[in-house]
Every structure is written in C-alpha cells, then in structure tokens.
C-alpha cells in the first residue's frame, strides 16, 4: 500500500468520524426537546457506516485493496419517545402529556468518545506518514 493510499484510507475515516460526532452533537442538543406528539418529538440519528473497495492500482499480488470508509446510511432511532406528565407544559397534549426525546445521554456520550477517539487516531496515522515521508527525503543527506 502507498503512502497515498494510506492518506486517502485516514482522510476519509477522519470525514465519517466527523459526521459522526456531528450526529451526536445533534442528539445531545434535542436530548432535552419535548413535543405535543409521539410523532413530532425528537428522534436520535445513528450513523452507519461501511467499507468501500478503493479505486487505483492493486497490490504486488492484485490482492489486498485497499477500503475507504463511507457513509452507508444516517438512520432515526425507531425506539419510543419518553411520555411525561407535565399538565402545566404549553406543548401538554389534552390528557396533559408531553413526549420527549428518545436520545440516551449516556449511550450518546460514549458514542462521542469512540468517535472522538477515532477520530484522533486517523489524525495520528497522518501525522506518523508525514513524518515517515519526511523521514525518507532526509536519507540522503
């Protein structure tokens, strides 16, 4: 695999964790958002992604492509709302109901820092190939 190759590969799992943390920014924003419906109230956004094979050359063996990482889908979380009952809340339904938000604070928070994570360690590859690469320019000096 080519140095190139491995900067396109950590660039694009550095744009997917960035949709990914951008998603749970979104859900721990609404996770408070209460609604007059089950339909209206806010629903958490998971990210799902999946490996792409590559384009460009093989390797030595024409095996071993290389797989960048893509977004398959941003999917809604089908679990129910949280139902309240708050008879003094503007948004109460007649029976003095409000939904809330289906987002887990919890679930979310370690889904930011998987992707926080991740997201750092494609940022460290780079940083290690730059440096290889400069590295190799300064063997003949």
Do not use: C, H, W
């Not at 695999?1 to 694009?12: D, K, Q, V």
């Not at 460009?56 to 095996?63: I, V, W």
């Not at 109460?92 to 809330?100: E, H, I, K, L, M």
């Amino acid at each position: 695999m080519s140095l190139l190759n491995a900067f396109r590969i950590s660039s694009t799992g550095l744009q997917a964790q960035s949709v990914r943390l951008n998603a749970v920014a979104s859900n721990m924003a609404n996770a408070d958002t209460v609604s007059s419906t089950a339909e209206d109230a806010y629903k958490a956004r998971k990210v799902v992604f999946e490996a792409a094979k590559a384009s460009g050359p093989a390797g030595a063996n024409g095996q071993g492509l290389a797989a960048d990482v893509r977004i398959k889908e941003l999917t809604e979380d089908k679990s129910a709302p949280r139902q309240m009952y708050e008879p003094s809340n503007p948004l109460a339904n007649a029976d003095g109901f409000v939904f809330a938000s289906n987002v887990n604070a919890a679930e979310e928070m370690v889904d930011l820092i998987a992707a926080s994570r991740s997201y750092q360690t494609n940022a460290d590859v780079m940083n290690t190939m730059k440096t290889l690469m400069l590295k190799t320019l300064q063997i003949g000096q």
